[in-house]
């Protein structure tokens, strides 16, 4: 698929994501639903509080996406007062399908992540979009 297909591909949808840190530590999965409106992105996620509760830590995301590039912050909301916005940069693969790229905590650490949908649910939220219109 050309830049052009890519462009014009919405990043509206359920992705599924780990990110991972810069040690030793397990990498945590994430569930993110993405809601594209011209090139801006919003959106929220929810994630394990960590490994040993079946607790759920949730997030709302705010950005952009230029061509393959995208970016979000990330700000927990129910993560305590200690929580610092997380800024994310990626990068669309050809058929947007992923998107991979680097997080970082402002003046704190960074590390990798990874997020996909399937092909077909991009097809199926943009039908159903457009049955509404």
Do not use: C
């Not at 709302?60 to 393959?68: I, K, V």
């Not at 940069?89 to 997080?103: C, F, H, K, V, Y």
């Amino acid at each position: 698929m050309t830049d052009r297909g890519v462009i014009a591909q919405n990043l509206t949808g359920v992705w599924h994501g780990r990110y991972f840190y810069p040690r030793d530590l397990a990498p945590v999965s994430f569930v993110a639903t993405l809601f594209e409106t011209a090139s801006a992105l919003t959106g929220t996620t929810h994630e394990p509080a960590g490994p040993a509760t079946s607790a759920l830590r949730y997030a709302s995301l705010e950005g952009q996406r230029d061509g393959r590039m995208v970016v979000f912050v990330k700000t927990y909301t129910n993560a305590g007062s200690n929580a610092q916005p997380i800024d994310y940069s990626g990068r669309l693969n050809g058929d947007a399908t992923e998107i991979e790229g680097i997080w970082r905590i402002r003046g704190n650490w960074s590390g990798k992540f990874l997020m996909i949908r399937s092909p077909g649910k991009a097809v199926s939220v943009e039908r159903k979009v457009a049955e509404r219109v």
